[in-house]
């Protein structure tokens, strides 16, 4: 559905010393009735990246190919149309505050010139798969955050778009009314079938409903792929993380400040297990303990759900001798668990 | 002086101060709507970018501006002449008063289309929206509280400056005032004026202040 080829963005002319690489050689792949997220720090590029699709930004160097049109190749009229196909949401809703719910919702319609009772017949449905048919008369001060953002989304699908970017669109929710929009979106891509391209820097949004995911940093991405993939196997350190904030897989302050990271004699190994797939529904943590005596400590861990699959993350203590250690090292083959060493500690 | 006379003076004078602010607030408001949106909206990267014309329409309308109105009205009087065939008389004040009120306002009406959220323009801009759509349907349509107010402000400076236009015989009630007050020792004229004067402007701000509070759907409570 979107094709980035390597993508660059430059602000600021080419002689200027304050010159800035938003953008730096991105190739991206978009699925078509997808979910794709990315993900990234502030300042990473995501924003940039968004805008390219419809237009609001202009590549440096590199196309950004939108259904098959190369946006950078289209005049202003050519960039219009495109850009009443591609709905998009906001941070902050960016709704008029002087007009309506439904006023709102028709904004779009009449700028593509759509006749009254056309604009009639269509906005009562959107705010009803919205979930607000009752508030068509309220004021955008009238309602909640969460309504706000409904709002956003029926009047970024009014003129039936085949592709919705959402621009940090939770960032300013809190977390129930996040899963609520979330929910929603989710619904909105299996019902009408649209591809659905989000920018974020929550972890949560990401695990919760995009089946893809690009990870972006300094204007590169880093790591992409099916979300599941890429947070189970993430190699990349911003995805670390990212991820570890999120996966609830840091570790306490007071192991982190006196681990080791060489064995020292008496000392204890700090494993982190990780279980997905068909490790997750084994009970190999007490297997783990019986192949090893009792001497085994839990430090952390924590089980997720990550688009729709179950991932767990255990941080483990046991003595660092050999011959334990390579106990373990067979367990952990033999049962296909991935793990990866930590440290040491005393 | 008689009450009779007096009550006839000032609704006389009232009379020509209202013809005077009313036509060169309508005609200035009109005139300087369009200059307002051109200043808020023509600096660079933003909707019809022309940073050179935005400069000099800006300087111009700084030296308007600070240009004393007392002088403003002697300065123009060749301008006036051509336009009204005459420079005294109420019509012709009517020609300075419209002159200041036209970057007055201007400036008023660019404050308030740059104080629509920058996130407006970015969404309508995503829906397709053409710079003229973006104008009518968003700025214009958010920036109505404020320059419903700026309307107001410049109705309120133009009840002062017509009080200056006596001096080229725009009569109206800052003339009554300075001949009948000032020249003939007349105080309960004066009071009489400043009186007449201070009503009026409360009802313009009252009225002003109402109907932006109409406009503005920012702060309605649920």
Redesign the interface.
Known sequence: MVDFQSVSKRFGSSRDENQFTALDGVDLSVARGAITGIIGRSGAGKSTLIRLVNGLEKATSGRVVVDGVEVGSLSETGLRDLRRQVGMIFQHFNLLSSRTAFDNVALPLEIAGVDRNEIRAKVGPLLDLVGLGDKADRYPSELSGGQKQRIGIARALATSPKLLLSDEATSALDPETTQSILALLKQINAELGLTVLLITHEMEVVKTIASHVAVIDRGKIVEQGRTFDVFTGARHETTRSLLSASLGTQLPEWIRGSMKPQPGAGDRILVRLIFFGDTAFQPLTGRLVAELGADVNILAGSIEEIAGEPYGSLVVAYPAEPAVVERANRFYAESGLSTEVLGYVA | MSLDMLIGLLTKSLGQTLQMVVIAGLIGSLIGLPIGIFLATSGKGELFPAPIANRILGAIVNATRSTPFIILVVAIIPFTRFVTGTSIGTYAAIVPLTIATIPFFARLVEAAIREV?K??I?????????PM?IVF??LL??A?PSITLAITMTLVSLIGYSAMVGAVGGGGLGDLGIRYGYQRFMPEVMLAVVVVLIVLVQIVQSAGDALARR?D??????
């Open positions: 959220d996130g407006l970015e969404a309508a801009r995503a829906m397709g929206a053409t759509q349907k968003v349509a958010e109505r406009f759907k920012r702060n309605r409570k649920t």
